[in-house]
T-cell receptor, first 109, second 115 residues
Framework: GQNIDQPTEMTATEGAIVQINCTYQ??????LFWYQQHAGEAPTFLSY??LDGLEEKGRFSSFLSRSKGYSYLLLKELQMKDSASYLC??????????WGAGTKLIIKP | DGGITQSPKYLFRKEGQNVTLSCEQN?????MYWYRQDPGQGLRLIYY???????QKGDIAEGYSVSREKKESFPLTVTSAQKNPTAFYLC??????????????FGEGSRLTVL
């Protein structure tokens, strides 16, 4: 079957760095997406990785290793507004998205 | 501003009633999607439409129906046949035909509670 695993919840301190991991087992792979979702709001796109390596976008970076079925989202200089759920989604062989359950990130002052 | 608008944001329904959730987009996107979000689970695809007057069932279509008469609009009806309809419903659109080929733009969501 197809499976996406993410930690359910993480806690970090304002100003620190946090890494949110995502492992996947899917039928085919056509890229991995990260979305941010504040409570009760719409998910918003953060990043897309299809090749191995690190993609940096401001305070956020996303890493992919296709051979390991692994990705992480790295958030630097954490701010209170980064408190949200982070959703990992993999595009399978049919370009359909398989979604993880999301990681709720709590930022403490 | 371009975007996706869902309404209503909150909806209460009695068992046995059908309800329709509205989704309108002005992004000129061909593809539109309906997802269901439940606590502790990933988003699950209900229905999707890649072009006007055409739509396909997703993974959990039973108890739901849709229409796509206009490019801008993709309403979802939750019928009385849906056994567990209480959930957060998200509408999305994309410029690409398949959801896994590009960014999805989501509406603010509609929270349906069955009393």
């Amino acid at each position: 079957g197809q499976n996406i695993d993410q930690p359910t919840e993480m806690t970090a301190t304002e100003g620190a760095i946090v890494q949110i991991n995502c492992t996947y087992q899917t039928s085919g792979f056509n890229g991995l997406f990260w979305y941010q979702q504040h409570a009760g709001e719409a998910p918003t796109f953060l990043s897309y990785n299809v090749l191995d390596g690190l993609e940096e976008k401001g305070r956020f970076s996303s890493f992919l290793s296709r051979s390991k079925g692994y990705s992480y989202l790295l958030l630097k200089e954490l701010q209170m507004k980064d408190s949200a759920s982070y959703l990992c989604a993999v595009s399978d062989s049919n370009y359909q998205l398989i979604w993880g359950a999301g990681t709720k990130l709590i930022i403490k002052p | 501003d371009g975007g996706i608008t869902q309404s209503p944001k909150y909806l209460f329904r009695k068992e046995g009633q059908n309800v329709t959730l509205s989704c309108e987009q002005n992004l000129n996107h061909d593809a539109m999607y309906w997802y269901r979000q439940d606590p502790g689970q990933g988003l699950r695809l209900i229905y999707y439409s890649q072009i006007v007057n055409d739509f396909q069932k997703g993974d959990i279509a039973e108890g739901y129906s849709v229409s796509r008469e206009k490019k801008e609009s993709f309403p979802l009806t939750v019928t009385s046949a849906q056994k567990n309809p209480t959930a957060f419903y998200l509408c999305a659109s994309s410029a690409n035909r398949d959801p896994g080929t590009g960014e999805l733009f989501f509406g603010e969501g509609s929270r349906l509670t069955v009393l």
